[in-house]
Nanobody, 124 residues
Framework: QVQLVESGGGSAQAGGSLKLSCVAS????????MAWFRQRSGKEREFVAA????????RIGDSVKGRFTISRVTATKTITLHMDFLEPEDTAVYYC?????????????????WGQGTHVAVSS
């Protein structure tokens, strides 16, 4: 069975950095884009960043543009969200998700598999 397992959440001060990783386990050569979404308390789920199956193309959400980047290592089936210049508004549960297409998308309906989430807390 396919699983996405996130790691790397935790606490940081505003202006600091964190790195989240997601590993896809129990799978074969599925060439799908992957992404990070987040859900802040009392808010709708929000797109953060996505990367195509080859890692060549990415999309970054407006609220994190210039601060977050996403990368992928296909050999280890791992994607990483690099979060710099963190703000208290980045506090949320972050979910790794896999798309049903190869190119990155900001639309939640393009994703059909997600992990359990990892919590990020940023203090001012």
């Amino acid at each position: 069975q396919v699983q996405l397992v996130e790691s790397g959440g935790g606490s940081a001060q505003a202006g600091g950095s964190l790195k989240l990783s997601c590993v896809a386990s129990g799978r074969t050569d599925r060439r799908y884009a992957m992404a990070w979404f987040r859900q802040r308390s009392g808010k709708e789920r929000e797109f953060v960043a996505a990367i195509g199956w080859s890692g060549a193309s990415t999309r970054i959400g407006d609220s994190v543009k210039g601060r977050f980047t996403i990368s992928r290592v296909t050999a280890t089936k791992t994607i990483t969200l690099h979060m710099d210049f963190l703000e208290p508004e980045d506090t949320a549960v972050y979910y790794c998700e896999e798309a049903v297409r190869g190119s990155p998308s900001e639309e939640s309906e393009d994703y059909d598999l997600w992990g359990q989430g990892t919590h990020v807390a940023v203090s001012s």
